[in-house]
């Protein structure tokens, strides 16, 4: 049986190392895009795709995320007050309703999987999404969108896929799937992070998953995995060997991995370079910048 699927997860536990000093007190998944904090996005998406519970596992010093989605009435009074009706719809977009979201504590560091797994007891027996708020995904239909219509027609598991270069598919759970140009590819196996050369092919999982309660009883029981975490790809390897139905799906959109400084980088240049009020000025003052580092070459 197909159930619509309402309920997803938002692992925002991470550290987020990369981005020292900047998270010593700023959580990851408030650094902005343009004006909008990475955990914004990945909300937006799951609303668009019918989301209505929303699940964010966090961890210590993640206080601010948690204010992010709460009103803030001061402010909206005073934008109210100065009669800044276009800020305030944009601030009133973002609110969510009492008891929209829950947050669980993931008290100790032990993977993705493990990340999930916290969440098992609000997820119960339904079908639930997984969001990783790192992975941006543009596109003219939101990600999550596009895969709830294609399990509308699979029902299983289905997790988002991009065909990745070769050398970089070891930083990846990598599906193993028949060479197919199709959209909905059926997979034979999933590996995580495999050693270089090893990979089952170049199709990587990203960020986005819809997943059977199956997989958090996996999450409960699958051992530690590649660099001693529990490993969400795990899991769902093990759905597969139990000949449960699990997809990879090629969606449309362009995906920016804002986990990595280069991604966000240039995340920040093509979100900004989509603003109408910004394009004009960001693309004549890059054309500007790389005419610069030519001349100097
Ligand atoms: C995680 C998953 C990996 C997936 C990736 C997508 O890895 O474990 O399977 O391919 O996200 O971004 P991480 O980037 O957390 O190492």
């Not at 700023?26 to 799951?46: C, G, N, S």
């Not at 969510?96 to 027996?125: E, F, K």
């Not at 270089?196 to 960020?207: C, D, F, K, R």
């Amino acid at each position: 049986m197909k159930r619509k699927v309402t309920k997803a997860v938002f692992p925002v536990a991470g550290m987020g190392t990369r981005f020292l000093p900047a998270t010593k007190s700023v959580p990851k998944e408030i650094m902005t895009l343009v004006d909008r904090p990475l955990i914004q996005y990945a909300i937006d998406e799951a609303r668009a795709a019918g989301i209505t519970e929303f699940i964010f596992v966090t961890s210590r010093g993640k206080g601010a995320l948690e204010d992010y989605f709460d009103r803030a009435p001061e402010l909206e009074a005073s934008l109210k007050a100065k009669g800044k009706t276009e800020i305030l719809d944009l601030l009133l977009e973002t609110n969510m309703d009492s008891g929209a979201i829950a947050y669980v504590r993931q008290n100790q560091a032990l993977g993705l999987g493990h990340a999930v797994w916290c969440a098992r007891h609000l997820i119960g027996d339904e079908p639930f999404a997984v969001l990783l708020p790192d992975d941006v995904i543009a596109a003219e239909k939101p990600c999550l969108a596009q895969m709830v219509d294609a399990y509308a027609e699979t029902g299983g598991n289905m997790i988002a896929a991009m065909e990745v270069a070769p050398e970089r598919a070891s930083s990846y759970g990598i599906m193993d799937v028949p060479p197919s140009i199709g959209r909905v590819l059926p997979m034979q196996g999933m590996v995580e992070k495999p050693a270089p050369g090893t990979q089952p092919s170049n199709l990587a999982a990203i960020g986005r998953y819809i997943l059977s309660p199956d997989v958090m009883r996996h999450l409960g029981e699958v051992k530690p995995g590649v660099g001693g975490e529990i490993q969400l790809t795990d899991a769902i390897a093990r759905e597969i060997e139990e000949k449960r139905n699990v997809y990879g799906f090629r969606f449309d959109g362009q995906r920016y991995d804002c986990g990595s400084k280069a991604g966000f980088l240039q995340a920040t240049v093509a979100f900004g370079l989509a603003r109408p009020e910004l394009s004009t000025e960001l693309s004549n003052f890059l054309i500007d910048m790389v005419a610069q580092r030519q001349a100097a070459e």
